[in-house]
Protein backbone atom coordinates (compact mmCIF):
# COMPACT_ATOMS: atom_id res chain seq x y z
CA UNK A 1 0.00 0.00 0.00
CA UNK A 2 1.35 3.78 -1.24
CA UNK A 3 2.18 5.75 1.73
CA UNK A 4 -0.67 8.80 2.47
CA UNK A 5 1.50 11.66 1.87
CA UNK A 6 -0.07 15.08 3.04
CA UNK A 7 1.01 18.85 1.71
CA UNK A 8 0.64 20.99 4.25
CA UNK A 9 0.72 25.31 5.29
CA UNK A 10 -0.88 27.11 7.47
CA UNK A 11 -1.06 30.57 8.39
CA UNK A 12 -1.03 32.43 11.88
CA UNK A 13 -2.76 35.44 12.82
CA UNK A 14 -0.93 38.17 14.78
CA UNK A 15 -1.29 38.43 18.81
CA UNK A 16 -2.77 41.94 20.00
CA UNK A 17 -0.65 43.49 22.91
CA UNK A 18 -0.63 46.74 25.06
CA UNK A 19 2.92 48.50 25.18
CA UNK A 20 4.41 52.19 25.59
CA UNK A 21 6.41 52.15 23.03
CA UNK A 22 6.67 51.03 19.19
CA UNK A 23 10.73 50.95 19.45
CA UNK A 24 12.00 47.82 20.44
CA UNK A 25 9.59 46.82 23.48
CA UNK A 26 9.63 44.32 25.86
CA UNK A 27 6.67 43.12 26.00
CA UNK A 28 5.73 40.80 29.02
CA UNK A 29 3.36 38.34 28.46
CA UNK A 30 0.82 39.68 30.98
CA UNK A 31 0.25 42.22 27.98
CA UNK A 32 -0.82 39.76 25.50
CA UNK A 33 -4.47 40.86 24.80
CA UNK A 34 -5.04 38.34 22.39
CA UNK A 35 -2.48 35.81 21.60
CA UNK A 36 -1.03 35.02 18.14
CA UNK A 37 -3.13 31.95 16.97
CA UNK A 38 -3.63 29.86 13.42
CA UNK A 39 -5.87 31.50 11.77
CA UNK A 40 -6.20 28.77 8.66
CA UNK A 41 -4.91 25.92 7.16
CA UNK A 42 -4.53 24.59 3.67
CA UNK A 43 -3.64 20.92 3.10
CA UNK A 44 -3.49 18.60 -0.06
CA UNK A 45 -3.15 14.40 -0.43
CA UNK A 46 -0.19 14.17 -2.91
CA UNK A 47 -1.94 13.07 -6.43
CA UNK A 48 -5.38 14.79 -5.62
CA UNK A 49 -6.94 17.66 -7.42
CA UNK A 50 -8.43 18.81 -4.47
CA UNK A 51 -6.98 21.36 -2.01
CA UNK A 52 -8.45 20.96 1.58
CA UNK A 53 -8.91 24.45 3.52
CA UNK A 54 -10.54 25.23 6.59
CA UNK A 55 -10.22 28.86 8.71
CA UNK A 56 -11.28 30.58 12.02
CA UNK A 57 -11.44 34.33 10.81
CA UNK A 58 -12.94 35.47 14.29
CA UNK A 59 -10.53 35.43 17.35
CA UNK A 60 -13.74 35.07 19.70
CA UNK A 61 -14.99 32.33 17.92
CA UNK A 62 -13.31 28.98 19.79
CA UNK A 63 -15.87 26.76 18.21
CA UNK A 64 -14.79 27.37 15.12
CA UNK A 65 -11.29 27.03 16.11
CA UNK A 66 -11.69 24.44 17.50
CA UNK A 67 -13.24 22.79 14.27
CA UNK A 68 -10.74 23.84 12.62
CA UNK A 69 -7.78 22.51 14.66
CA UNK A 70 -9.42 18.82 14.87
CA UNK A 71 -9.80 19.03 11.43
CA UNK A 72 -6.03 19.23 10.34
CA UNK A 73 -5.05 16.96 13.82
CA UNK A 74 -7.63 14.32 11.84
CA UNK A 75 -5.96 14.76 8.66
CA UNK A 76 -2.44 14.81 10.05
CA UNK A 77 -3.67 11.54 11.80
CA UNK A 78 -4.37 10.09 9.01
CA UNK A 79 -1.36 10.99 7.07
CA UNK A 80 1.60 8.58 6.95
CA UNK A 81 4.33 11.63 5.74
CA UNK A 82 3.79 15.61 5.65
CA UNK A 83 5.21 17.57 3.41
CA UNK A 84 5.70 21.28 4.31
CA UNK A 85 8.60 24.28 3.72
CA UNK A 86 9.82 25.54 6.81
CA UNK A 87 7.25 23.27 8.65
CA UNK A 88 9.57 21.54 11.27
CA UNK A 89 9.85 24.95 12.76
CA UNK A 90 6.72 26.56 12.00
CA UNK A 91 3.40 24.89 10.92
CA UNK A 92 4.13 21.50 13.09
CA UNK A 93 5.51 23.61 16.31
CA UNK A 94 2.47 25.57 15.90
CA UNK A 95 -0.36 22.77 15.29
CA UNK A 96 1.67 20.52 18.08
CA UNK A 97 1.60 23.25 20.70
CA UNK A 98 -2.41 24.52 19.69
CA UNK A 99 -3.18 20.49 20.16
CA UNK A 100 -1.70 20.31 23.32
CA UNK A 101 -3.36 23.56 24.70
CA UNK A 102 -6.90 21.99 23.58
CA UNK A 103 -6.04 18.61 24.82
CA UNK A 104 -6.50 16.66 21.54
CA UNK A 105 -3.25 14.92 22.05
CA UNK A 106 -1.24 14.21 19.34
CA UNK A 107 -1.79 12.52 16.06
CA UNK A 108 -0.44 9.07 14.95
CA UNK A 109 3.16 9.54 14.42
CA UNK A 110 3.87 10.82 10.72
CA UNK A 111 7.32 11.32 8.78
CA UNK A 112 7.92 14.76 8.39
CA UNK A 113 9.52 16.15 5.43
CA UNK A 114 10.57 19.69 5.24
CA UNK A 115 11.58 21.11 2.01
CA UNK A 116 13.67 23.84 3.16
CA UNK A 117 15.87 21.35 4.55
CA UNK A 118 16.37 20.15 1.56
CA UNK A 119 17.10 22.80 -0.32
CA UNK A 120 19.05 24.25 2.51
CA UNK A 121 21.42 20.97 2.09
CA UNK A 122 21.35 20.22 -1.56
CA UNK A 123 20.94 23.99 -3.01
CA UNK A 124 22.03 27.10 -0.66
CA UNK A 125 25.07 27.47 -2.13
CA UNK A 126 23.54 28.29 -5.98
CA UNK A 127 20.24 29.87 -4.83
CA UNK A 128 19.96 33.52 -3.44
CA UNK A 129 17.38 32.52 -1.40
CA UNK A 130 15.51 30.03 1.11
CA UNK A 131 12.11 31.36 0.57
CA UNK A 132 9.50 28.99 -0.93
CA UNK A 133 8.59 31.94 -3.69
CA UNK A 134 12.03 31.87 -4.57
CA UNK A 135 12.50 27.89 -5.15
CA UNK A 136 9.62 28.30 -6.87
CA UNK A 137 10.38 31.14 -9.24
CA UNK A 138 13.59 28.99 -10.23
CA UNK A 139 12.29 25.41 -10.10
CA UNK A 140 8.80 25.47 -10.71
CA UNK A 141 8.33 29.64 -12.95
CA UNK A 142 5.53 30.03 -11.26
CA UNK A 143 5.39 32.25 -7.87
CA UNK A 144 3.13 32.46 -4.90
CA UNK A 145 0.18 34.78 -5.03
CA UNK A 146 1.54 38.34 -3.66
CA UNK A 147 -1.06 39.65 -0.80
CA UNK A 148 -0.90 42.49 -0.37
CA UNK A 149 1.25 42.87 2.69
CA UNK A 150 0.64 43.18 6.15
CA UNK A 151 -2.53 45.08 5.87
CA UNK A 152 -4.52 42.08 4.51
CA UNK A 153 -3.99 40.15 8.47
CA UNK A 154 -5.38 43.98 9.82
CA UNK A 155 -8.50 43.61 7.18
CA UNK A 156 -9.36 40.36 8.06
CA UNK A 157 -9.64 41.47 12.09
CA UNK A 158 -10.78 44.89 12.24
CA UNK A 159 -12.20 45.94 8.93
CA UNK A 160 -15.49 46.58 7.22
CA UNK A 161 -18.21 43.01 6.89
CA UNK A 162 -16.72 43.86 2.39
CA UNK A 163 -12.90 44.50 3.22
CA UNK A 164 -12.93 40.76 5.60
CA UNK A 165 -14.50 39.07 2.83
CA UNK A 166 -12.04 40.07 0.17
CA UNK A 167 -9.05 39.95 2.55
CA UNK A 168 -10.21 36.31 3.70
CA UNK A 169 -10.54 35.43 -0.32
CA UNK A 170 -6.88 36.50 -0.93
CA UNK A 171 -5.34 34.80 2.35
CA UNK A 172 -7.32 31.17 1.08
CA UNK A 173 -5.94 31.73 -2.30
CA UNK A 174 -2.59 32.73 -0.96
CA UNK A 175 -2.70 29.84 1.66
CA UNK A 176 -3.88 27.85 -1.08
CA UNK A 177 -1.34 28.21 -3.51
CA UNK A 178 1.29 28.36 -0.86
CA UNK A 179 0.36 24.29 -0.86
CA UNK A 180 -0.52 23.49 -4.63
CA UNK A 181 3.73 24.86 -4.95
CA UNK A 182 4.79 22.95 -2.49
CA UNK A 183 3.55 19.61 -4.16
CA UNK A 184 5.11 20.41 -6.84
CA UNK A 185 8.01 21.40 -5.46
CA UNK A 186 8.13 17.89 -3.51
Not at 21 to 31: A, E, T, V
Not at 107 to 134: A, E, N
Not at 135 to 147: E, F, G, I, N, Y
Not at 149 to 166: H, N, P
Amino acid sequence: MAAKVLVLDLETQRGIVETFSLFRPFIGIDRVIVPSRVLCFAAKWRGSDKVIFDSAWDDADESAYRSMLQHVWDLLDEADIVVTWNGDRFDVQWLEAEFLRLGLGRPTPYKSVDLIKSVKKWFKGGLMSMKLDWSARTVLKDRKLPHGGQDLWQDIRWGTSAEKRVAQKIMREYNEKDVVLTEQLF
